[in-house]
């Protein structure tokens, strides 16, 4: 390939959900820029695979995500009409958990704090309406209506090909082995060369901490599975009937979705078995095991969605202690921006995080406020980290509600 020259405004390393944003969002903005991803473009090693992802305006991991959100469905919609391409499915978002529960709790405080449209359903009402869930009497459960899911990979294929109509260079299958403070911005070098930019973001996913020194102990990758169920009853898991949800039962917490992609009802277990992992050096295919656990899950509370296996697959979170973002500067090197929004519940964030980090490459800040994102707030860095139980909020989310 012919290149004008090895220098570019921005470089982004890692183009997956974060980076392909951040691609186009820099792009569009007329910057010169190199985004280089180690596999594929899109691919399913990392954290932005598996057909669908859910995207909600409650929030019960912190009400001041509601603000980001709104920006970010604005920005999915943008960027859906401008491809032509429908990446945002709406199905309504159901939250719900025993009366008390900070998933229950926490949905229906953002929705009440933000005037979100919603309704509180219990168990038995839940059942007469979506007849597919079948959750304990005792539940209680948040309908938020604009609830939904994207498109992951389809969002990153998309993001790519609006960035590279802009004049963005995108090098799959090209990783970048590190990267050094030089002549006032950075030098990368990857397996087959070497580049020069003004400004570096790194937006690696589970490989963030191998990347950025910072972020060692605070970036942790851990293993998910997650299961497609052929229903026995599929016409209770059409988007049109069947809500995206989260929900905490005793076995822990859990998130689906209807049909869509794979013949079967997708869900999976927040932090499954919490098995903290080398990105490099895992075994990520599911085994019987996982299916068993899942499986279980399926058969008690979404009895007609518990059908023949049709798939399974596994994929990384990368948490942070407190489970919210980090999005910030690097602190000694302000020309270095690192995004690691994942912690389980990053991508539907993708979009407004791609003009998040934009604004910071460009200007250092941003109008958004991404004060719960920031690395200062961990004073000390934790070597491991982990979860108590299934069903317990994080210790650090928890005080909030
Ligand atoms: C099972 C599962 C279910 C989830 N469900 C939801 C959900 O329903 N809703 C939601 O909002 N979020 C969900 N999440 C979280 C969300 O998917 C992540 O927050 C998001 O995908 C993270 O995007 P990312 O860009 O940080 O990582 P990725 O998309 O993995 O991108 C990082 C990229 O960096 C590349 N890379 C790494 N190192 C290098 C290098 N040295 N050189 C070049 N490239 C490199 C990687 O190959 C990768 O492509 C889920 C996550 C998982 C795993």
Same mark, same amino acid.
Request: charged fraction near 25%; glycine fraction near 8%.
């Given at each position: 390939?012919?290149?004008?020259?090895?220098?570019?405004?921005?470089?982004?390393?890692?183009?997956?959900?974060?980076?392909?944003?951040?691609?186009?969002?820099?792009?569009?903005?007329?910057?010169?820029?190199?985004?280089?991803?180690?596999?594929?473009?899109?691919?399913?090693?990392?954290?932005?695979?598996?057909?669908?992802?859910?995207?909600? %305006?409650?929030?019960?991991?912190?009400?001041?995500?509601?603000?980001?959100?709104?920006?970010?469905?604005?920005?999915?919609?943008?960027?859906?009409?401008?491809?032509?391409?429908?990446?945002?499915?709406?199905?309504?978002?159901?939250?719900?958990?025993?009366?008390?529960?900070?998933?229950?709790?926490?949905?229906?405080?953002?929705?009440?704090?933000?005037?979100?449209?919603?309704?509180?359903?219990? #168990?038995?009402?839940?059942?007469?309406?979506?007849?597919?869930?079948? %959750?304990?009497?005792?539940?209680?459960?948040?309908?938020?209506?604009?609830?939904?899911?994207?498109?992951?990979?389809?969002?990153?294929?998309?993001?790519?090909?609006?960035?590279?109509?802009?004049?963005?260079?995108?090098?799959?299958?090209?990783?970048?082995?590190?990267?050094?403070?030089?002549? #006032? #911005?950075?030098?990368?070098?990857?397996?087959?060369?070497?580049?020069?930019?003004?400004?570096?973001?790194?937006?690696?996913?589970?490989?963030?901490?191998?990347?950025?020194?910072?972020?060692?102990?605070?970036?942790?990758?851990?293993?998910?599975?997650?299961?497609?169920?052929?229903?026995?009853?599929?016409?209770?898991?059409? &988007?049109?009937?069947?809500?995206?949800?989260? %929900?905490?039962?005793?076995?822990?917490?859990?998130?689906?979705?209807?049909?869509?992609?794979?013949?079967?009802?997708?869900?999976?277990?927040?932090?499954?078995?919490?098995?903290?992992?080398?990105?490099?050096?895992?075994?990520?295919? &599911?085994?019987?095991?996982?299916?068993?656990?899942?499986?279980?899950?399926?058969?008690?509370?979404?009895?007609?969605?518990?059908?023949?296996?049709?798939?399974?697959?596994?994929?990384?979170?990368?948490?942070?202690?407190?489970?919210?973002?980090?999005?910030?500067?690097?602190?000694?090197?302000?020309?270095?921006?690192?995004?690691?929004?994942?912690? #389980?519940?990053?991508?539907?964030?993708?979009?407004?995080?791609?003009?998040?980090?934009?604004?910071?490459?460009?200007?250092?800040?941003?109008?958004?406020?991404?004060? %719960?994102?920031?690395?200062?707030?961990?004073?000390?860095? &934790?070597?491991?980290?982990?979860?108590?139980?299934?069903?317990?909020?994080?210790?650090?989310?928890?005080?909030?509600?």
């Amino acid at each position: 390939m012919h290149k004008e020259s090895n220098h570019y405004d921005v470089i982004v390393i890692g183009v997956g959900g974060m980076g392909s944003a951040a691609v186009y969002q820099l792009a569009r903005r007329g910057r010169r820029v190199l985004g280089l991803e180690r596999y594929d473009i899109p691919h399913e090693i990392g954290s932005s695979h598996g057909h669908t992802r859910i995207i909600r %305006l409650a929030y019960y991991e912190h009400p001041s995500y509601v603000h980001l959100l709104r920006r970010a469905y604005e920005l999915w919609r943008e960027i859906q009409q401008h491809v032509g391409e429908q990446l945002l499915h709406i199905t309504g978002s159901i939250d719900a958990g025993p009366p008390g529960s900070w998933v229950f709790e926490g949905s229906w405080r953002s929705c009440r704090e933000h005037d979100l449209p919603h309704q509180v359903l219990t #168990g038995a009402e839940m059942r007469r309406r979506f007849p597919a869930y079948h %959750l304990p009497h005792d539940t209680l459960a948040v309908l938020q209506p604009e609830g939904g899911f994207l498109l992951p990979e389809r969002c990153i294929v998309q993001y790519v090909m609006a960035a590279q109509a802009l004049g963005a260079e995108i090098h799959g299958r090209e990783k970048a082995l590190g990267w050094e403070p030089y002549r #006032g #911005g950075v030098k990368v070098t990857t397996e087959y060369d070497i580049y020069y930019a003004d400004k570096l973001v790194v937006t690696a996913g589970a490989w963030a901490s191998k990347m950025v020194d910072v972020l060692d102990g605070l970036a942790t990758p851990e293993r998910q599975v997650l299961a497609w169920l052929q229903p026995s009853r599929p016409e209770l898991f059409t &988007p049109d009937r069947f809500p995206v949800f989260n %929900l905490l039962v005793e076995e822990g917490r859990y998130y689906g979705f209807p049909a869509f992609g794979i013949p079967g009802f997708k869900f999976g277990r927040y932090h499954h078995l919490e098995e903290v992992v080398d990105p490099d050096d895992y075994d990520p295919e &599911p085994n019987a095991e996982d299916e068993r656990i899942l499986r279980e899950f399926a058969s008690r509370y979404f009895p007609d969605g518990a059908g023949p296996t049709m798939a399974l697959k596994g994929c990384m979170f990368t948490n942070t202690p407190d489970k919210h973002f980090i999005i910030d500067l690097h602190p000694d090197y302000p020309n270095v921006v690192i995004a690691s929004p994942c912690s #389980g519940h990053g991508f539907k964030f993708a979009s407004v995080i791609g003009e998040i980090v934009a604004d910071l490459a460009e200007r250092g800040q941003t109008r958004h406020d991404i004060d %719960l994102f920031r690395l200062a707030r961990f004073k000390t860095r &934790p070597k491991a980290q982990q979860l108590k139980t299934h069903t317990q909020a994080p210790e650090a989310i928890r005080p909030f509600w």
